[in-house]
């Protein structure tokens, strides 16, 4: 019971990681129909800046945190303010047309930043070591890694102050407009193309704190993003699409899916339990555990 309890919570913080992750990916989704597939990219720019940021100052990451979030919101500025900006302006990229150019734009940023960091940084695997990291707090019978705790904590906080923003500010309210139905509120007056920008600087944000919480945990490499982004996908399609809420539900399932999994059956395998889980909802409910397009 003991061991279940604790696998139990395991899942459950990772699910928690996963969660920030996968919610910025629906937001964007859910607001442009497109999948941003740099996402994971943005998480690993920030777990390299942050182990930087260790390395040479020998500073807490926790107490630069906002180091990280404006390199990543600074990148998601330039992707969505100028280049897919300037796609859509050319008819390259229309919203509601032509997704699948998009798509393909974003994959190409993707491996532009994996690339870029293997040029810069080496494709040499990096670890992040602080003082607090082998440290092990107790949850009843429950031996948790510190690193653990501190990342879910910072990880939920993030994901309440997002879900606060959305349903409580005008601002929230125009993108959850958006969300549920662009032309209807570009009628009413919203501003969609601010709106594309915003939500982009917000999913970056998103993927910047995950990007501290996982460089504590992780090995850092250039293509950990790919991890990140696969993962992201996955939740973000058994939560619904475009659904922020159903993102972080599917992200606690798989969460502790993946680690009953590595306990009980083998680690080796816990990727591959997450992969039957995905597709047994997809068969069961195509539209995935929340339904329908929304946040």
Do not use: C
């Not at 996963?18 to 990219?41: E, P, Q, S, T």
């Amino acid at each position: 019971m003991s061991l279940l309890f604790e696998t139990l919570i395991a899942g459950v913080m990772t699910g928690g990681l996963y969660g920030v992750i996968a919610v910025g990916l629906a937001l964007i989704f859910g607001v442009m129909r497109v999948i941003n597939f740099a996402h994971g990219d943005f998480v690993m720019v920030a777990m390299y800046v942050t182990y930087f940021l260790h390395l040479w100052f020998k500073i807490d990451p926790l107490l630069v945190i906002f180091v990280p979030i404006a390199v990543v919101a600074a990148i998601a500025f330039v992707v969505e303010g100028f280049i897919l900006r300037l796609s859509r302006a050319r008819g390259v990229f229309v919203l509601g047309g032509k997704e699948l150019t998009g798509l393909m734009i974003l994959v190409g940023i993707s491996m532009l930043l994996e690339n870029g960091a293997q040029i810069v940084w080496s494709p040499n695997y990096r670890s992040l070591v602080l003082p607090w990291s082998s440290n092990v707090i107790s949850i009843w019978s429950a031996k948790i890694p510190l690193p653990y705790v501190i990342a879910f904590i910072i990880s939920i906080l993030t994901t309440i102050l997002f879900y606060v923003f959305m349903t409580k500010t005008d601002l929230g309210r125009a993108i959850r407009a958006t969300v549920i139905n662009r032309e209807a509120a570009s009628l009413m007056g919203v501003d969609t193309d601010k709106i594309n920008l915003i939500a982009w600087l917000i999913a970056s944000a998103m993927a910047g704190v995950a990007g501290v919480v996982m460089a504590t945990l992780f090995y850092i490499y250039p293509t950990v993003g790919l991890v990140f982004t696969l993962k992201a996908f996955i939740i973000t399609i058994l939560g619904g699409m475009g659904s922020a809420i159903g993102a972080f539900f599917g992200a606690l399932l798989l969460g502790i899916v993946e680690s009953v999994g590595a306990v009980y059956i083998a680690v080796g395998y816990k990727e591959a339990i997450g992969y039957i889980i995905f597709l047994i909802v997809l068969l069961l409910k195509p539209s995935g555990l929340f339904g329908r397009f929304r946040v």
